[in-house]
Every structure is written in structure tokens, then in C-alpha cells.
């Protein structure tokens, strides 16, 4: 489709795509690789772990990708030698820069839940655009930053959003204990409940 108008002068102009097709994702499939088909035994690995903001790592998120990628790299046989993680925007895969470095001296491969966490579209929006999906651009600017350095996800690189969102979620809740529904009441809130339950007992 020609995306090119008529300036004023009569000479061709360029004009921006339409919004819906600057969200078009690319083919992460081309610049990352399934784990299930790329690890072997024997291999080295350097897990790249990412949340988004400080609240998610206080919350134990990035602790539980560490975890369950570990035990993955142990189901498949492979040696992990290396964990980089990194708290910030996906946008920007700078970070893997420092991955790449111990990757290199390991003969390693870099190791990541799914494409969002090594990488994602500018326009990705937890609540208003949830769907975005690393465009050509995104992807390119990840293998440049990989220098040639593998990278894999456990789950397929090309999945949806959707199915990302429920791997992460179904993790968030295996490795916490929480099953979904109204969240468990820690030692420290019973123990205050039982205190104001024992002191309204003694009031005439």
C-alpha cells in the first residue's frame, strides 16, 4: 500500500502509516527462539529477568522468573551461569547489553520468559493498549544489542499477548502460593485481629 501524498509543490510526500499499522508486531520469531527447540544439555545460560516498575520487584516478581527459569534450564539439562535483571521500561533493551557480556565469556545463551521481557513496543500500555507487541524495529534494535549472541524464551516468541500475560500470571501465582480469588491474610494481620478480638472482650 503507497503511504506517499502530494506536497503543495506537486512532489511526492511522505506520510505516517496509519496508527494500527505502526502497532503491527513483528516476527519475534525470526530474532529469538523457542527454548524447547534451542536448548540443549550442556548448554550455558544467562537469564534475563525484567519487571516494569520498583513496586513488581518488591512484590518478589523478578525473584520468580530467576526461579522458574532455573528450573527450566534444570529440566532441559542446561547449566545457568549467569542472572541479569533489570527493573525499567521493555522498551528500551539496553540492559541486555550487560547479559550479552557474561553470555560471551560462557559461550552462553540468553534465556527469558517471553519476548516482552527482553523487548516491547513503545505504545505498550498495561491498561489502554495491553496488545502491543515489539515492532521490526524493536526486534532489530534486540539483536543489535545481542551482538550475535542467541537469545531464547520458554514460551513460544511468537505467542500473543494473551498468552503471555496468562504464563506470567500462572507463574506470579504457583511460585507465590496464591490460586487466585480474595488474597491470604499474613501472620502479622491475624495477629493484630486476634489482639482487637481480645481486647473488645474484656470491654463491659
Not at 534486540?142 to 550475535?148: I, K, S, V, Y
Not at 496468562?166 to 502460593?177: A, C, E, I, L, W
Amino acid at each position: 500500500m503507497n503511504y506517499t501524498t502530494r506536497a503543495p509543490d506537486g512532489k511526492p510526500e511522505r506520510r505516517r502509516p496509519p496508527f494500527d499499522r505502526r502497532l503491527q508486531p513483528g516476527r519475534a520469531g525470526d530474532y529469538i527462539r523457542h527454548a524447547l527447540h534451542e536448548i540443549y544439555p550442556g548448554d550455558h545460560l544467562v537469564l534475563c529477568c525484567r519487571v516494569s516498575g520498583h513496586m513488581q520487584n518488591r512484590n518478589g516478581n523478578l525473584a520468580d522468573q530467576e526461579t522458574n527459569l532455573r528450573r527450566k534450564a534444570n529440566r532441559l539439562g542446561a547449566e545457568v551461569v549467569g542472572v541479569v535483571g533489570h527493573v525499567g521500561s521493555g522498551t528500551d533493551p539496553y540492559w541486555v547489553g550487560r547479559a550479552v557480556a557474561i553470555a560471551e565469556k560462557h559461550e552462553a545463551k540468553l534465556y527469558a520468559e517471553t519476548t516482552d521481557r527482553f523487548v516491547r513496543h513503545p505504545a505498550y500500555h498495561s491498561k489502554d493498549n495491553p496488545n502491543a507487541q515489539a515492532r521490526e524495529s524493536e526486534l532489530r534494535d534486540l539483536a543489535w544489542w545481542a551482538d550475535g549472541v542467541v537469545l531464547t524464551t520458554d514460551l513460544d516468541p511468537n505467542a500473543s499477548p494473551w498468552e503471555s500475560r496468562s504464563y506470567q500470571r500462572k507463574r506470579g501465582q504457583r511460585f507465590k502460593g496464591n490460586r487466585g480469588g480474595r488474597p491470604k491474610m499474613i501472620d502479622s494481620q491475624r495477629g493484630l485481629l486476634d489482639a482487637v478480638l481480645r481486647l473488645w472482650r474484656t470491654l463491659p
